[in-house]
C-alpha cells in the first residue's frame, strides 16, 4: 500500500480517521508513529500528505492536506471477454494501476456462464481489487466497471455509445497479422477502446461484428499470450505509443 486512499465523506474538516485494513497496515506494515507523514489521497479526487496526530491498537488518526491537482483523465477503455474469476482478481488490480478509466466485463462464445455467476462479480468485490491496484500505483483515480452478459446487445447497443468518446477503436485477435502499430495512429493522441477477447481469441463472428463498429483488429505476434497478460502488455504498449515524439 503505497498511498492511503480515503472517500470524501470520510474526511471530518482536515481529520480522518480509520479503523479498518488501512489503520492496521499503518500500525503493523508501516510501524508509523505520531508525528510521521504518509502519502494520501481522496479517491478520484488530488492527493497529499497525512501527518499522523494519534495511533491506539485499531485506530489512527491522521491530519489530511492535500496539495496537488486532480489526476488527468485516463485515455483507455477496455472491453474484456470475461475471464476466470482468479485471473479476473488480477486484471482489475492491473488495470487499475495502469490508468484504465472504464472497463465493460462482456460475454463471448468462449466464455463459460459460470464465470457471470462469480462472487467476485459483486460490486463490494470489484471494487476491493480496483482499489488494491491503486494503492500499489499511489493513483486515485477509480475505473469504472459494468457487466453485459450477452454480446450482440452490448455491441449493438452499448459501444455505439461509449465508443463516441474513443475515436480510435482495437480489437486484439490472434488470427490476423497486422501488429499494434500498422493499425495504430503514432503518435497516439486520442483516447483508445481496446476489446480483448478470452484466451483462444475472438470468434469469427465476434470479430466481424466488432468490425461493423470501427474496431481493427491486431495480433501481439507470434506468442500465444494469457489475457492477464495481454492486458498488461497491450496497456504498456499503448501508453509507450503515446509517448511518441
Given at each position: 500500500?503505497?498511498?492511503?486512499?480515503?472517500?470524501?465523506?470520510?474526511?471530518?474538516g482536515?481529520?480522518?480517521?480509520l479503523?479498518?485494513?488501512?489503520?492496521?497496515?499503518?500500525i503493523?506494515?508501516?510501524?508509523?508513529?505520531?508525528?510521521?507523514?504518509?502519502?494520501?489521497?481522496?479517491?478520484?479526487?488530488?492527493?497529499?500528505?497525512?501527518?499522523?496526530?494519534?495511533?491506539?491498537?485499531?485506530?489512527?488518526?491522521?491530519?489530511?492536506?492535500l496539495?496537488?491537482?486532480?489526476?488527468?483523465?485516463?485515455?483507455?477503455?477496455?472491453?474484456?471477454?470475461?475471464?476466470?474469476?482468479?485471473?479476473?482478481?488480477?486484471?482489475?488490480?492491473q488495470?487499475?494501476?495502469l490508468g484504465?478509466?472504464?472497463?465493460?466485463?462482456?460475454?463471448?462464445?468462449?466464455?463459460?456462464?459460470?464465470?457471470?455467476?462469480?462472487?467476485?462479480?459483486?460490486?463490494?468485490?470489484?471494487?476491493?481489487?480496483?482499489?488494491?491496484?491503486l494503492?500499489?500505483?499511489?493513483?486515485?483515480?477509480?475505473?469504472?466497471?459494468?457487466?453485459?452478459?450477452?454480446?450482440?446487445?452490448?455491441?449493438?447497443?452499448?459501444?455505439p455509445?461509449?465508443?463516441?468518446?474513443?475515436?480510435?477503436?482495437?480489437?486484439?485477435?490472434?488470427?490476423?497479422?497486422?501488429?499494434?502499430?500498422?493499425?495504430?495512429?503514432?503518435?497516439?493522441?486520442?483516447?483508445?477502446?481496446?476489446?480483448?477477447?478470452?484466451?483462444?481469441?475472438?470468434?469469427?463472428?465476434?470479430?466481424?461484428?466488432?468490425?461493423?463498429?470501427?474496431?481493427?483488429?491486431?495480433?501481439?505476434?507470434?506468442?500465444?499470450?494469457?489475457?492477464?497478460t495481454?492486458?498488461?502488455?497491450?496497456?504498456?504498449?499503448?501508453?509507450?505509443?503515446?509517448?511518441?515524439?
Amino acid at each position: 500500500m503505497n498511498i492511503i486512499l480515503f472517500e470524501p465523506e470520510e474526511l471530518s474538516g482536515d481529520k480522518l480517521e480509520l479503523t479498518d485494513r488501512r489503520a492496521r497496515h499503518i500500525i503493523n506494515i508501516l510501524a508509523a508513529q505520531p508525528g510521521d507523514q504518509l502519502k494520501v489521497g481522496r479517491i478520484n479526487g488530488p492527493t497529499g500528505r497525512g501527518t499522523i496526530t494519534k495511533t491506539t491498537k485499531n485506530r489512527v488518526t491522521l491530519k489530511i492536506s492535500l496539495d496537488s491537482t486532480p489526476p488527468a483523465q485516463a485515455v483507455t477503455d477496455l472491453i474484456l471477454a470475461l475471464p476466470r474469476p482468479i485471473m479476473l482478481k488480477r486484471i482489475l488490480a492491473q488495470s487499475a494501476a495502469l490508468g484504465v478509466d472504464n472497463i465493460y466485463l462482456i460475454n463471448s462464445r468462449r466464455v463459460e456462464k459460470s464465470f457471470f455467476s462469480a462472487s467476485l462479480l459483486s460490486r463490494e468485490n470489484i471494487r476491493e481489487y480496483l482499489l488494491s491496484g491503486l494503492e500499489q500505483a499511489t493513483a486515485t483515480r477509480l475505473p469504472q466497471v459494468s457487466i453485459h452478459p450477452r454480446f450482440r446487445p452490448f455491441v449493438e447497443d452499448v459501444v455505439p455509445i461509449v465508443s463516441r468518446a474513443c475515436p480510435v477503436r482495437l480489437a486484439a485477435h490472434p488470427a490476423t497479422t497486422n501488429l499494434l502499430p500498422q493499425v495504430t495512429p503514432i503518435p497516439l493522441r486520442d483516447k483508445v477502446l481496446l476489446a480483448i477477447g478470452p484466451e483462444g481469441g475472438w470468434l469469427d463472428y465476434e470479430i466481424v461484428k466488432l468490425r461493423e463498429h470501427g474496431f481493427k483488429p491486431f495480433s501481439m505476434g507470434a506468442r500465444i499470450l494469457r489475457v492477464e497478460t495481454a492486458v498488461v502488455a497491450l496497456l504498456a504498449q499503448l501508453d509507450l505509443l503515446r509517448s511518441v515524439a
